[in-house]
């Protein structure tokens, strides 16, 4: 496919909306129900004289690019639109100097386009479409009288450029459109069809003025001359009578601001040097110009103001985007955007207008308005699932806020906002809790390709997790734990200690927060699990096979409980005196108590499980082999990790062991000042208890690389900081004495493939004092059992086995931490998951995994879509869940262009399917970025083309139409084929989705091009 996007005629463009609305009650994939109305009429007047019903909207980019674009933000509540940014590189030129994909939105926002792709005259057009379509349809859809939003064009880069007649002629036609032929075009298309309106009329048709637009933006690249920027502001003003807007760079804060900041909020990894900073316009000259603006402004009967702030420049060290630099945007910036908002409205004690974008949403944007800063334009959180329909919730949240009239900006309130915003850990990167990307490891399918990420993907033991979020929801607990346990046997250690690789692939974490699944089946097993067991009944014997479990940790109780109740005789043999292995003898005593460890193990004796404790740990497996079938090898990783110190590695604590004497209440004399080397959950289980051991005063925890690397969960390493343990970055211990640690200073080096960054030595050594030193880097498997019972290893001492973990030794398998070192205990299970399929697929029993399907309407699912929400403390947590092994359609919230759309087909698993509209596509990656699968949806989907040179330049299987009722189809094999509906030359399924099209979605297969 090419990234050339085709213009939607006037005349197609309104019968799509009317047809779509007609049919499907949508437009453009919004559905009616995220149309926002101001309800209270309460409307505001800007600081340009514009009435709107809400002051935020689209900032200039990929959503105020296309005419579909600009209709879709105003239906959802944009009532500010910001016009995509023209200048005299445009068309071609500029689509071969864009490398794609050109957006990345994982967290805050990279991208390495600047403006339209289209023609400056092509983009005008767009523009008076969407203007003439949102009078019509903001009176025909009974939101509005089609007179409560604003333009804003914006202009860039230089003087001598915002002068050529394309750009001049864009200026005057925005200004006054009437004698420019799209106007015209639109004008009487209307006239001559008003027949297909209900509500709108000749008389509203009368009332559409040509002037659309009276502001404008000034947008310049990095490095303008302070002389230049006055230059065009003044031009702006002056010759071309435009109320003006200059956009100003977060690089006046100046690099020392900029640098400590984003490093304090955890954004270290963002890569910038000071070049910008000191070529880039400097706050004194910039309020010196400022000053001469207003007093020029006013004398003109203008209004001046700033725009705050631009994208921020950074260099490309992930591969974030195809280029040597990127511009960053979204919640990275919010805090220098706001920081220099408060710092120009000291100056200008809160009489300077400010338009913003940087950072806003939903949790923000309030306080931002209610501060005088106003218009709000947003574009990184619209990029997100949710996409648009965001707009109608932070329409609402601040319409009750509107004022008449423009007030000025509240200086003080704005000083506290701004120290709040750089200290509120929302705004900080762990936040997001060192997820990058949610992505799955699945391919992505042609067709059914919905999914919840959280259970097909994230989860090891695919635990039905919308399933039981929705029934503790609604507090039935007894259904949710049989719900839980048909995947878990340990729901309450799980709900209490599980790693959650869950919440890393959860949508929430694109919204707000991911959900917390953990609590949810706490709250499940609380209520139910006593109940559960009082109702369970030993499965019959189905078998007279036995199976031998040697380890009674959660691998091993796991494994036997799902052949014991799939009707397999088992006995899990333990060398110690109790069951729970780690989790019980190590992980300490405020993290699970013992009554919870005990709950789990008595659901596996109520399930029949035998146990036998205090049994040598030199097991035979030829022994076992004479009364048992099967023998799985469960015994975890105990072993002692190499010390983390080249020197006086005898003076080191070993991890398990101090954890174990802590737990048996052993005394434990550590001294005053104690340090743990390493950065897992174990080290942070230490860090804890050592603040806990008696006559300890400090704790530090040691680590060789920065808090961002550390594999420890970002929920541990929350709990160490709130105990006050200092974390001691980019130090790697070399020796220890017994009274000093001696220490390397390190620093971050290259990226890697996963996108954790090297070490290097600096060869600078630090001496710390600590009366003990807890060393926990790690477990080791002890593999002399495995050598004896000639079990094979392979080069790194792990045993080799099948995909089914089963050893050369017929029968015998081996799970858990003992596999392949330490791991979480929900992996562990999962490995017992596998193991016990294999021996029942072997013995012909068909298991027990039931999968459930606990749906919810439609309508709910998408009422919660773009909706932001604060994490709920109790039950109704899930309901935040968004369902999205029932509707994802992502692809669909997310595309700027409305390229992506889901159609209704018959004959598939779930009849809505995802299609691609090529045509309306220019490349930028958003939806590939934010789709579960691995793939792209723009390359990877059922795609229609509108024309034959894109669907030569395209590899994507699809339709183009073509006269007669034929359909030019490339099919799933890649061959190529024309093709009447009926004659069998393409499979069913691609049958299905023509047919569909054809009926249903006739609307979107031809495009009537505007000729230029």
Request: one cysteine or more; a neutral charge.
């Amino acid at each position: 496919m090419g990234d050339f996007m085709r213009s939607i005629s006037f005349e197609h463009l309104i019968s799509w909306c009317l047809e779509e609305y007609k049919t499907k009650a949508s437009v453009f994939g919004i559905r009616k129900d995220k149309f926002y109305v101001n309800k209270s009429r309460n409307y505001m007047t800007d600081v340009l004289g514009d009435q709107l019903a809400s002051p935020v909207g689209p900032a200039a980019g990929p959503h105020s690019q296309l005419a579909q674009n600009i209709i879709t933000s105003y239906l959802t509540g944009a009532r500010f639109i910001e016009l995509k940014t023209v200048q005299k590189m445009d068309g071609e030129e500029i689509r071969q100097a864009i490398k794609k994909p050109c957006i990345n939105a994982e967290d805050e926002c990279y991208n390495c386009e600047w403006s339209t792709e289209l023609t400056v005259e092509e983009a005008f057009a767009e523009y008076i479409k969407a203007y003439f379509a949102i009078k019509v349809l903001a009176k025909e859809f009974k939101i509005s009288e089609g007179n409560d939003f604003a333009y804003n064009m914006s202009v860039g880069y230089d003087l001598e450029g915002i002068k050529t007649k394309k750009i001049d002629n864009y200026i005057e036609g925005l200004k006054d459109a009437s004698k420019t032929e799209i106007f015209k075009e639109c004008y009487e298309y209307l006239s001559k069809n008003l027949d297909l309106f209900e509500n709108f009329a000749q008389e509203d048709l009368n009332k559409i003025s040509p002037k659309v637009c009276s502001s404008i933006t000034l947008s310049t690249l990095h490095g303008c001359p302070a002389d230049e920027i006055e230059k065009i502001a003044t031009y702006l003003l002056k010759e071309k009578k435009l109320n003006t807007f200059v956009k100003c760079n977060p690089t006046m804060l100046g690099y020392e601001f900029a640098r400590k900041t984003l490093d304090y909020m955890g954004y270290d990894y963002i890569v910038f040097d000071d070049h910008h900073f000191k070529e880039d316009l400097q706050f004194d000259e910039a309020c010196t110009m400022i000053k001469r603006l207003l007093l020029l402004s006013k004398d003109l009967g203008l209004k001046f103001g700033v725009k705050l702030t631009n994208t921020f420049p950074v260099d490309v060290e992930r591969n974030e985007v195809p280029a040597d630099e990127m511009y960053m945007s979204g919640r990275a910036l919010l805090p220098l955007s706001i920081s220099l908002a408060q710092k120009l409205s000291k100056e200008f004690d809160g009489k300077l207008p400010i338009s913003y974008s940087g950072g806003a949403d939903a949790f923000n944007i309030e306080e931002i308005f209610k501060i005088g800063i106003q218009p709000i334009t947003m574009a990184t959180s619209i990029l997100k699932p949710g996409g648009y329909n965001r707009f109608k919730q932070v329409a609402e949240l601040v319409e009750p806020h509107l004022n008449s009239q423009y007030q000025g900006i509240d200086v003080e309130k704005l000083t506290i906002l701004a120290e709040k915003i750089i200290q509120d850990e929302r705004n900080h990167k762990s936040y997001r809790e060192k997820v990058r990307s949610r992505k799955t490891e699945s391919e992505l399918p042609l067709f059914d390709c919905y999914k919840a990420p959280c259970k097909d993907g994230g989860c090891p033991i695919h635990q039905q997790i919308p399933e039981y979020l929705k029934l503790v929801s609604q507090e039935k607990y007894d259904q949710a734990i049989k719900v839980i346990t048909t995947d878990n046997t340990a729901p309450t250690i799980l709900g209490t200690l599980c790693s959650q690789p869950c919440r890393e692939h959860c949508t929430r974490l694109d919204y707000d927060k991911s959900l917390s699944m953990k609590a949810m089946k706490k709250i499940a097993a609380d209520h139910a699990q006593e109940n559960l067991m009082r109702n369970l009944k030993k499965s019959d014997l189905k078998s007279n096979k036995k199976v031998a479990v040697i380890g009674a940790g959660p691998a091993g109780i796991a494994v036997a409980t799902f052949l014991r109740r799939n009707g397999i005789k088992t006995v899990v043999f333990e060398k110690l005196d109790q069951p729970y292995g780690i989790v019980k003898h190590i992980i300490p005593s405020f993290r699970i108590s013992e009554e919870e460890i005990k709950r789990d193990y008595q659901l596996a004796l109520a399930q029949g499980v035998e146990f036998r404790f205090g049994q040598p740990a030199n097991y035979d497996i030829k022994e076992l082999k004479k009364e048992y079938d099967y023998v799985v090898i469960a015994t975890g990783a105990w072993k002692k990790a190499p010390s983390p110190v080249k020197e006086g590695k005898e003076q080191i604590v070993d991890a398990l062991e101090f954890l174990w004497n802590a737990k048996k209440k052993n005394k434990v004399n550590l001294g005053c000042k104690v340090a743990v080397i390493g950065a897992g959950d174990v080290a942070m289980d230490c860090a804890r208890v050592a603040k806990r051991a008696q006559g300890v005063e400090e704790v530090a925890i040691v680590y060789r690389r920065t808090e961002t690397y550390m594999p420890a969960s970002q929920e541990e390493i929350n709990s160490v900081k709130k105990e006050n343990i200092k974390i001691y970055e980019l130090l790697a211990p070399i020796r220890y004495d017994g009274k000093i640690l001696v220490c390397e200073k390190m620093k971050l080096g290259d990226y890697d493939a996963s996108g954790r960054r090297s070490v290097k030595g600096t060869g600078q050594m630090v001496e710390l004092a600590f009366d003990s030193v807890i060393g926990a880097t790690g477990a080791k498997v002890d593999t002399s059992n495995f050598e004896k019972n000639e079990i094979l290893l392979d080069e790194k001492g792990r045993p080799q086995l099948t995909n089914a973990f089963e050893s050369n030794q017929e029968n015998v398998y081996i799970i858990g931490d003992c596999r392949k070192g330490p791991s979480t205990i929900v992996q562990a299970m999962a490995d017992a998951k596998v193991v016990a399929k294999d021996i029942m697929k072997k013995e012909s029993i068909k298991d027990d995994f039931i999968r459930y399907s606990i749906e919810e309407s439609e309508q709910t699912i998408y009422s919660k879509r773009g909706i932001l929400e604060e994490v709920k403390k109790d039950q109704r947590e899930g309901n935040r869940c968004l369902k999205c092994d029932q509707i994802c359609e992502i692809c669909v919230e997310v595309c700027p262009n409305r390229a992506n759309i889901m159609i209704e087909v018959k004959g598939f698993e779930k009849s809505h399917q995802i299609v691609h509209i090529d045509g309306m596509c220019n490349e930028c990656g958003n939806c590939g970025v934010f789709c579960p699968h691995i793939g792209n949806p723009y390359k990877d989907k059922v795609t229609i083309f509108w024309t034959k040179e894109d669907f030569d330049l395209s590899d994507n299987i699809g339709f183009l139409r073509l006269d007669n009722n034929k359909y030019l189809v490339r099919t799933e094999t890649g061959n190529i084929v024309e093709h009447i509906v009926g004659d069998s030359k393409i499979s069913q399924e691609l049958e299905q989705i023509l047919i569909t099209l054809i009926k249903k979605y006739e609307y979107c297969l031809e495009n009537a091009i505007v000729k230029s």
